[in-house]
T-cell receptor, first 112, second 117 residues
């Protein structure tokens, strides 16, 4: 089944404790993105990747890191999480930037 | 800079009526794409419809159509014969050509649609 998977789905952590949210797609898509969704703000792009080893900042990259060592995986890293990073995070992939995106189920992160 | 504006935070519509969700955009790119996504209360994001900036005809997908007015920079979603299952949050999004927009994808703030039985 074609899908985007994210893990974990729910995470409660404390300020400053490094964490990684994994994202994997099995559709051989080139373009992958991370978004955060906050009430009233819609989805805001954190980072995106056009292909392996090609990543760039979206609109809200501060406090986040990403890597794209393999085509299928695009992990999101929070080196030192803070409470303002409490949000719902979505990973998405598409064949190319101009194609429809397939979204993962979301990761609800709470930073205390 | 690119921008997407959805001016209707919430809408109530009677079942079986048609509904139009507004979306205006701003970009200096010549080539761009416009998308609509649906997010039901369960939280998943569902792709509905796509319109390319050079497409001459308005996109349609079943009960969904996109009213694309390039000169006015609007890309409204029209849902015909609304159903109770259409109650959800709807997001308009845009991808640029990769020159001025640097390959970003941006979303509007969304419209919450509620269908009354």
């Amino acid at each position: 089944e074609a899908q985007v998977t994210q893990n974990p789905r729910y995470l409660i952590t404390v300020t400053g404790k490094k964490l990684t949210v994994t994202c994997s797609q099995n559709m051989n898509h080139e373009y992958m993105s991370w978004y955060r969704q906050d009430p009233g703000l819609g989805l805001r792009q954190i980072y995106y990747s056009m292909n392996v080893e090609v990543t760039d900042k979206g609109d809200v990259p501060e406090g986040y890191k990403v890597s794209r060592k393999e085509k299928r995986n695009f992990p999101l890293i929070l080196e030192s999480p803070s409470p303002n990073q409490t949000s719902l995070y979505f990973c998405a992939s598409s064949l190319q930037r101009t194609n429809e995106q397939f979204f993962g189920p979301g990761t609800r992160l709470t930073v205390l | 800079a690119q921008k997407i504006t959805q001016t209707q935070p919430g809408m109530f519509v009677q079942e079986k009526e048609a509904v139009t969700l507004d979306c205006t955009y701003d970009t200096s790119d010549q080539s761009y794409g416009l998308f609509w996504y649906k997010q039901p209360s369960s939280g998943e994001m569902i792709f509905l419809i796509y319109q390319g900036s050079y497409d001459e005809q308005n996109a349609t997908e079943g009960r969904y159509s996109l009213n694309f007015q390039k000169a006015r920079k609007s890309a409204n979603l029209v849902i015909s014969a609304s159903q109770l299952g259409d109650s959800a949050m709807y997001f308009c999004a845009m991808s640029g050509s990769g020159y001025s927009s640097a390959s970003k994808i941006i979303f509007g703030s969304g419209t919450r649609l509620s269908i009354r039985p």
